[in-house]
């Protein structure tokens, strides 16, 4: 007992001794505290064995025995540092204690920075949210098995995305290290066994120098196309080890120019289109940066071809080029695909009956052509592939990376006496395109003053508030946001990718904290049962500070399984009218759901349940008061189903 409490009294004067090693131990790897910066040393620099400096009232043999002078995951950081990683999202969890502690202390909690979230799953579709505003990843952090088991929906949106993201997922390998209880439940001979399905690498470093090699190639791999999430799996006894200063050199890292199509293949692609009555071009997560936007703007421009597709935001919707509808692939006679997983599912349509069958929509003799990165990597057991297409020309490589070459062919091959023929296209698109805007805001106006709200009434008030400000929106589209102008690739970043209901909260707040620096207005329209998956993301964001307006979908229900047992009942003559039957397990009531109060409890500013459309407008003025102070905000508004 005494000397537990002789150890304890230590402890103060421990603290401050450690900062100064901490200090020493960044000097030692060449941290530039101004630019964050790490210039590595190489290991014949340090002294093989470093004795730490006992503090007053212990010997040299206790302070050996208790102290650290240079913990592994100070090393770590560094190698995150030098990766500009600037945020890890995290639930905590001991098994990366020694990482979080580093970040914390040693790295001065800055690029990067911890990120508090309730929940691992937040914590990872936070990142995916993040990448495609950012344009590069950040990181999460798991506890074990059970962290990563959590995080795993997120982590496989992420991978249908095609949104790299950077996974720590601690584990303690050596079992004599092992405490009892918890860490050995929480340990696993591979834990990335759960996710390696929907990954696109891993690995399990057992020293530091395997540790940043692996690190550095792991974020190389999750950024070059088609991008991904990758998974370190990161040993307790690594982290907290003494280094006693001898670190091995940082590798470094280099951004890795994306493969484009072959040059030929691109040539006769060129070819094809220009040659072409009636070309159409499906993008699919075709654009990836601004500039990835303005090609394929380019490109349309230069064939007058429309374009469809929203997987991401690949091309501006108040473009007249910007079409949509079967009518276009019927009347195709060459289709290019870009980036385009779902080629089968726009020449074909699926009856959803008892006895499904396909019918072929686009012409037989359309000539397809797909450009796509997909084939680069494939994996079998999780059908994300869609049905198989057969194409007339295949062209393996990153789409937005093809697009310069494909323009220039398609420029150089483009024959005067085709100029005409250009002009009458676009005027029938210009025609097609205002039709499409004016039949849009009719439907917006059906049911303006109903109660429950439309979805059309508040994405026309948002509209209002958003139009001069220089915005982003983090969700999924309504309908009506076709009479918003977007036209910048930050504008909208696409769908979850997996379909997993649990994404659009979170990722969204990740969204608007890429955004935030920027000094972007960040908005959402927030499903309710996806909101109800990980409620905890609203505390993050008030307690990072992240500005978002989220304004509530409040319907009351999982509306489109209310709507898929309607189907069945009426299939069965079962009454569907009546929908009785098909409420039960779908809908949120006996009581309702108070959203309002909910982000109330998180500190978040809030109005509503709002049922009233007339007060929607005044409600979102004064909630956006509240997110240009650089906070988020909540609307709850009760909302007719769609």
Known sequence: MAKRREFLKGVGAAAASSLAINQSSAQSVGTNPATNTVAAVPPSSHTEHMEIEAPEGYSQEEANHYFVKSPGSDYMVDVMKSLDIE???????????????????????????FLTCLHEESAAAMCHGYAKVAYKPMAVACHGTVGLQHASMAIYNAYCD???????AANHMEASHRRPGAEWSHSAIDCVKLVRDFIKWDDTPLSLTHFAESTVRAFKLAVTPPMGPVVIQLDGHLQEADTYGNVPPIPKFTMPNPPHGDTAALREAAKMLVNADNPVILAGRTARTPEGMDLLVELAEALQAPVSGSGRMNFPNQHYLNQGGRGLIREADVILGLEENSLWDNVNAMR??????????????????SISSEDLFLKSNYQTFQRFQPVDLDITGDAQASLAYLIEEVKNQ???????????????????????????????????????VSIDRISMELWDVMKDRDWSY???LPSASKLWDMNKHYHHIGGSGGAGVGYNLPATIGAALANREHGRFSVSIQPDGDA?????AIWTAAHHRIPILMVMHNNRAYHREVMHLQNMASRRQRGADDGSGAKIGNVFENPFINFSKLADSFGVYSEGPISNPD?????????????????PALVDVVCQPV
């Not at 905590?92 to 790295?107: A, H, K, N, V």
């Not at 109800?532 to 905890?536: H, S």
């Not at 007060?615 to 906070?631: E, S, Y």
Request: glycine share 6%.
């Open 87 to 113: 945020y890890v999202a995290s639930n905590p969890g001991s098994s990366f204690r020694g990482l979080q502690e580093s970040i914390s202390t040693y790295g001065g909690n800055s690029k990067p920075e």
């Open 162 to 168: 095609r949104a790299p993201m950077v996974i720590f």
């Open 352 to 369: 959803d009956l008892v006895h499904r069958t396909a019918t072929r929509v686009a012409n037989e003799d359309v000539k397809l052509i």
């Open 414 to 452: 483009m024959p005067r006496s085709r100029r005409s023929r250009l002009k009458e296209r676009e005027q029938r698109f210009r025609k097609s395109h205002l039709q499409s805007i004016e039949s849009t805001r009719r439907a917006a106006a059906m049911g303006w003053n109903h109660s429950p």
């Open 474 to 476: 983090v969700s999924r």
């Open 532 to 536: 109800l998956y990980a409620p905890g």
């Open 615 to 631: 007060d929607v407008g005044p409600a979102i003025a004064r909630a956006t008061k509240i997110v240009d102070q650089g906070l």
